[in-house]
């Protein structure tokens, strides 16, 4: 049997992810009817369905399910071995595909970018932002080389390497008995309504166990869909929350009703860092923009 192209791979796959042809065509930069030519002669060539198609919908059969997962995965050996090949000749040049999450992108990438560009000239960083879950997930279905995110989470067992840590400072309306003190302790939140982001964000789930500590109480009501949302809602007095403190700088200086204030030494923190799948092997490129990065949060 003639096998198949990796194009034709990359299609099946886009298809069944998308479910929609011509979602799938642009995801892949490529015309509609090309995909779609391409997929009939894959149908073709393996003599089965791939797919259900009507003016309507698409829906994946079970044979096209179970070979666009399979698919995936060939696509990701693949990509090792490109990556394999590159490494061996010229270190961080060409594309990388860096993901990083809602709460650390805006205050960190600008930096980041800036120092690879002088560090590693021939890099091209391909840069995503988006919750945790998502980039994980795409990190191992290889859509993702490199995450940049908080690492007090559920990797589903990838490479970790921790940069620095990045400690919570609280945010509370300018008015606020707590604005007026220099540093706190986590104890004098007991009582405190704590404003937090929805499900789905890693600050939430790492702001849970400081409010369930120190006796602060979740405005169940209301659930910021961002950073930006949250700050404005304990500008206009709705109550506190907490904030990583790599975006107080950027923060306060949108929001001027907002008075952030530190934590004692000890006080609650996340570790940020890298993560990356075990298999890949362009593990001593990563350690070596981990450090770039490094280097350029502690010079911002």
């Known amino acids: 049997m003639e096998r198949p192209s990796v194009r034709q791979l990359e299609y099946l796959v886009a298809v069944a992810k998308h479910l929609n042809f011509r979602e799938a065509a642009e995801s892949c930069h490529v015309t509609q009817p090309a995909l779609s030519t391409q997929l009939q002669q894959l149908e073709a060539l393996l003599g089965v369905q791939l797919f259900e198609r009507d003016t309507r919908r698409v829906v994946a059969t079970a044979a096209g399910t179970a070979l666009a997962d399979q698919a995936a995965r060939i696509l990701g050996e693949t990509d090792t071995l490109l990556d394999m090949a590159r490494a061996a000749g010229e270190p961080l040049t060409g594309r990388l595909r860096l993901a990083a999450i809602p709460t650390v992108a805006p205050y960190l990438l600008p930096a980041v970018v800036h120092a690879s560009r002088r560090a590693h000239e021939e890099l091209v960083l391909l840069l995503t932002e988006d919750q945790t879950d998502r980039i994980v997930a795409q990190l191992f279905s ?10 007090d989470v ?22 606020h008995p707590l604005a007026r003190k220099e540093a706190l302790a986590e104890s004098d939140l007991d009582g405190e309504t704590v404003l937090l982001l929805e499900e789905g964000h890693c600050l939430r789930d790492h702001a849970l166990p400081i409010c369930k500590t120190s006796g602060m109480t979740e405005y169940a009501d209301f659930r910021a869909t961002s950073l930006g949302t949250l700050l404005q809602m304990v500008g206009s007095g709705l109550g506190v929350t907490l904030v990583p403190e790599m975006a107080v700088e950027a923060e306060s200086a949108r929001n001027q009703g907002v008075v952030f204030r530190p934590f004692d030494e000890g006080g609650p923190s996340r570790r940020i860092g890298l993560a990356w799948r075990k298999s890949s ?12 990065i490094r280097a350029a949060f502690l010079s911002s």
């Open 142 to 151: 290889g859509e993702l080389d490199v995450l940049l995110l908080a690492l």
């Open 154 to 175: 559920d990797l589903r067992g990838a490479e970790e390497m921790q940069l620095f840590s990045d400690p919570f400072v609280l945010a509370c309306p300018a008015e």
């Open 281 to 292: 092997a362009r593990h001593e490129e990563f350690a070596a923009l981990g450090e770039t």
